[in-house]
């Protein structure tokens, strides 16, 4: 009898226990949760780059296409809302006995809403603009072009490589956490992928 109502006790005090470890249990499992979900779509992206400097080095006037196809593989990310796509050609060309790989042409997403300040190099520069088409307008030829360092000695003159970049703003499930008020930082993380073809 005595060894009933002792686990009878034993259970109930199981229970009660539980219920104070589950909040402490439920506060370490959703960043852990959240992380794995970053670390996903960082994947995506970087597979999503490769894909795209692959098919942009095999493919002419076709940007808009080959972005629209990368978006379409990028679910469970909703790169409508939160992602960005670019394409960047670059020319290895000599100026002056010096070898500069300069950019000649860059296309970015057109159905995407999330447009990043950063990159590699970013139309809207030194007079250029963003044309409804989703090229890089008022480039200049490649003799004043900008000159950027990515693959800095490693083309030959007269070689053509393109840059794919992939950027996602990714919302956590906690998008902000509110210590000290409703000024807290916004801790969504931007992540970004790049490749070269």
Known sequence: MMNRIYRSSARGSAAVEFLFCLPLLLLLA???????????????????????????????????????????TAPPLDMRANGAIRITKILATRQGGILRNVVIAQYRWQNGSYDPPRGVWTCGAAGTYWSSDGSCAGLPPPASAPTIAI?????????????????????????????????????????????IF
Do not use: C, K
């Not at 053509?160 to 000290?180: A, D, K, S, W």
């Not at 916004?186 to 970004?192: H, M």
């Open 30 to 72: 959703f960043p852990v949760f959240d992380l794995a979900r970053v670390f996903q779509a960082n994947m995506i992206l970087t597979n999503m780059a490769r894909e795209g400097a692959n098919l942009a080095s095999r493919t002419l006037h076709a940007e808009q296409t080959i972005m629209d196809s990368l978006a379409a």
């Open 151 to 195: 693959m800095s000695g490693a083309l030959a003159e007269g070689d053509v490589v393109f840059l794919v970049e992939t950027f996602y703003r990714f919302p956590l499930f906690f998008r902000r956490l509110q210590l000290g008020g409703y000024n807290a930082p916004d801790l969504d993380p931007d992540l970004y992928a790049m490749a």
